[in-house]
């Protein structure tokens, strides 16, 4: 496996956290801890923070997310954000599917991919989180399960728009646990994701695609998720939320 052909992606998930001046301090704090980064580093902020982290981080190397989007252009969806507007005030990433945005607020498969059809056809670039629960894992259905997702995830999806997807690995039993899955976990469900790509794609749109681990990984364990060949980043949490901690992950990914 070659991961040279494909990124290596950083992506900070800040939840619901920090006001707008606070994302400004953080940003502030991150752009000399990030700067030549030999991966890309994205951050995604709460929506009342975007227009100051777009601002801040214009002519860095740190790309700009969304935490979700609505699948459709407009109307009568109180509370919610669409592509477009998105994209209109300048930012470049959504992540899709976040466990808790399924465990909360009722989030189904098909919602995840109406999502992410709506976030590419807007030009975005959609990292689409998929993962089992301690209980799934338990009833050993981890492979089944999240083959499913990913397929229900991508349908609608062209060879082409797979350019601008990622997938992130997060087991829901390992995300703000302090519990991380060990490296050969991790890399047997990201090799796992990999071989439904292939089904669905071919082997060339597979191996180009990135696939991050996203369930706590931090500065301690970084270094030895990161090596293994079919994971090519993080989606991080709470490490996200301070810049050293951040910028040690961002170093491991450029190793």
């Known amino acids: 496996m070659d991961k040279a052909k494909r990124r290596t992606v950083i992506a900070g998930n800040w939840k619901m956290n920090k006001t707008a001046r606070q994302a400004a301090e953080l940003i502030d704090a991150l752009i000399p801890a990030v700067q030549g980064a030999g991966c890309d580093v994205v951050i995604c902020t709460p929506f009342t923070s975007l227009p100051a982290a777009v601002e801040k981080c214009k002519g860095t190397n740190i790309h700009v997310g969304a935490q979700n989007v609505h699948f459709e252009a407009n109307g009568a969806y109180t509370g919610e954000i669409s592509a477009e507007m998105l994209t209109d005030l300048g930012v470049e990433y959504v992540i899709t ?36 629960s301690l209980t799934q894992r338990e009833q050993g259905v ?5 083959r499913l997702q990913v397929k229900i995830a991508l349908q609608g999806v062209s060879a082409q728009e797979m350019q601008r997807v990622i997938i992130a690995y997060e087991p829901v039993w390992a995300i703000g646990t302090g519990r991380t899955a060990t490296a050969d976990q991790a890399q047997e469900v990201c090799a796992a994701i990999r071989r439904v790509l292939a089904e669905l794609y071919g082997q060339d749109v597979a191996d180009a695609t990135t696939i991050q681990y996203g369930g706590s990984m931090n500065a301690g364990n970084a270094d030895e998720l990161l090596a293994k060949a079919d994971v090519d980043g993080g989606l991080i949490g709470g490490a996200s939320l301070k810049a050293d901690a951040f910028a040690a992950i961002v170093a491991a990914a450029g190793k």
Do not use: M, P
Request: hydrophobic share 35%; aromatic share 4%.
């Open 97 to 132: 599917g976040h466990s808790e945005r399924r465990q909360y607020f009722a989030e189904t498969d098909e919602t995840v991919n109406k999502r992410t059809r709506a976030a590419l056809a807007a030009g975005l670039q959609v990292i689409v989180c998929v993962g089992e």
């Open 142 to 146: 981890t492979e089944e399960l999240v």
